[in-house]
């Protein structure tokens, strides 16, 4: 099987292939370094953004090229479009067979995968490093030769379709997390799933997916990031080979929507067959690069980090409410997002009564600062989880790509200074201006009893 990019016409897909000489490298910045991490940036003539790491501790790599493509960049009545998308990046191109690209990368021994989020989609394979080369070539052919057939098409969002079903049409608790976060985002994408409502995934059709592909497909909308046992500048010469051919294509249209203010408490009920009761509270909140974003993820770690944590602790061990309680905090986001917290209600214990024990948790930090012994644990917990993250490439691809997605790979490295620098009042201020009534929006379930 032929792999690789093929110079001159157009391909398929509709989609012009190489048709420009090699880029050049326009920029190279002075490498990064975060906890011993030394990354390496360079920019093709085209816009693809290269960041590459050497780890000589194994014989592997990790190869990614991440889009800035996600549910968030959909247009209205097309939900679910960037990951119905991804699923058709393995249905092949002239070059390479549908689900070849898996099939050569697992012959050689290596793993590949994809994802979509809210604010990007990204592809990833994990290789001896003597073989990189492969994901490089793969990689390169599907950005812009990517078939797109009509009855492939067919077939995946009928995939895709099934995927929800499993996913959130069949678990109650997924339900509600969807229904809280379309009544939190009025204006905003962020509200719609990324998977994709299930009316609009029905009427995707292969035009939908062609336009997307040629909108946001692009190297000048793309980041590859590589992890490993490689040499950077031997690496960097072949994704020059691969990728610089491919023309840039014209900037995709920018994000304009804004989220108002919330003016009050929403609520959202969701009545379907369950065994307990779930409570999800969400609270709109700044994202990365925001000054308070290292303090509301302190404060989420005060609040649910471990089962010593202050939920976990006072509604599963002390008061025996909850089955579960937790509290998270979406700060890799391109927008503002949400800070949230849930549980799921023991057999015999009410929605109403979890819910007042989940926001006394809240209330009692925004009356009393944490402990200084607290505090310092909550800090060495995140400090540790993000460092000990590092310890595999494929984490330390994955970490780095997504900030880069979100804002830009220089935030990761100001990560542990921003932990590290926030006080018992800095996690008492944000608990208090973000985490309030007004700005909250409830998704309840109510579970409605077993058919026979």
Known sequence: MRIGCRGGGAGRGGRPRAAVPLALVILLLAPGTCAGVEVFERTLDNGLKV?????????VATFHVWYRVGSRNERLGATGLSHLLEHMMF???????????TRIIQRNGGQDNAFTSH?????????????VHLPVALEADRMVNLLLQEEEVRTERDVVLEERRLR???????????EMYAAAFKAHPYGNPVIGWMEEIHRLTREDLLQHYRTYYAPSNAVVVAVGDFDREALFARIREAFGRIPRGPAPPPVRSVEPPQQGERRVVVKREAKLPFIFAGYHTPTVGHPDSFALEVLASVLADGKSSRLYRSLVYEQQLALYAAASYDRLSADPSLFYLYAAALPGKGSEQVERALYAEVERLQKEPVAERELQKAKNQLEADFLLSQDSIFSLARQIATYEMVASWREWERTLPGIRAVTAADVQRVARAYLTADNRTVGVLVPLAMKE
């Open 168 to 178: 959130t049409e069949d678990d109650p608790s997924a339900a509600v997390v969807e």
């Open 119 to 131: 604010d990007y989609t990204g592809y990833y394979t994990s290789i001896a490093a003597d073989r």
């Open 91 to 101: 249905k092949g191109t002239p070059t390479t067979g549908p689900k070849e690209f």
């Open 51 to 59: 960041l590459l790491v050497q780890e000589r501790k194994a014989p």
